[in-house]
């Protein structure tokens, strides 16, 4: 399945959600941030394709059962929306909510990343922002991992899309 255009952070996790549930019985529940059922989930063992902040077309495991967040507001709206218990490792820097604190950690974007500690997660997605550098995604990509970058905002229309 195809999809073009820039998605928002939600809108995305939205879709795996939803495919989650639909594949498993309800874990968690099959809705998207809003309460709707998005209709561009893929069933179990397919795959979607997003086009991220970058431009580049994303392939992502449906469901995306083991995510790593690469940044703080990631992790932060991964926890709002839900999705927190998805997440199998973050960046040094994800402090908020309380419950990231016992997530294991990656590196730093800011820094350097474990990539050793990355493969041995076995991620299904990397959600990345823009304070990950090019280079960083273009190693995890190398590595045949698939990376997600969500756009900063430039403006409160923007936030509101990428937590809404």
């Known amino acids: 399945m195809k999809r073009k255009g820039r998605k928002n952070l939600a809108g995305v996790l939205g879709l795996w959600l939803a495919a989650g549930a639909a594949c498993t019985g309800g874990d968690p529940p099959g809705r998207g941030p809003s309460g709707d059922r998005p209709s561009s ?3 179990a063992g397919e795959t979607l394709k997003l086009e991220d902040g970058l431009g580049r077309e994303v392939t992502i495991k449906c469901p995306a ?7 703080p507001s990631n992790t932060e709206i991964l926890w709002a929306v839900g999705a927190g218990r998805r997440i199998v490792a973050c960046d040094d820097d994800s ?3 309380p419950e990231a604190a016992g997530i294991p950690r990656i ?3 800011g820094g350097k990343l474990s990539l050793e500690k ?3 997660l076995e ?3 990397l959600l990345a922002a823009e304070i990950t550098s090019r280079e960083q995604v273009g190693s995890l990509e190398g590595l045949g991992l698939s990376v997600f970058l969500v756009p900063n905002p430039t403006d409160f229309k923007g936030l509101f899309e990428n937590i809404s």
């Open 41 to 43: 989930a893929a069933p």
């Open 95 to 97: 402090d908020y909510p």
């Open 107 to 109: 590196g730093s974007t």
């Open 123 to 125: 991620p299904d997605v």
């Open 65 to 71: 059962r083991r995510v790593i967040s690469l940044a």
């Open 118 to 120: 990355i493969l041995v």
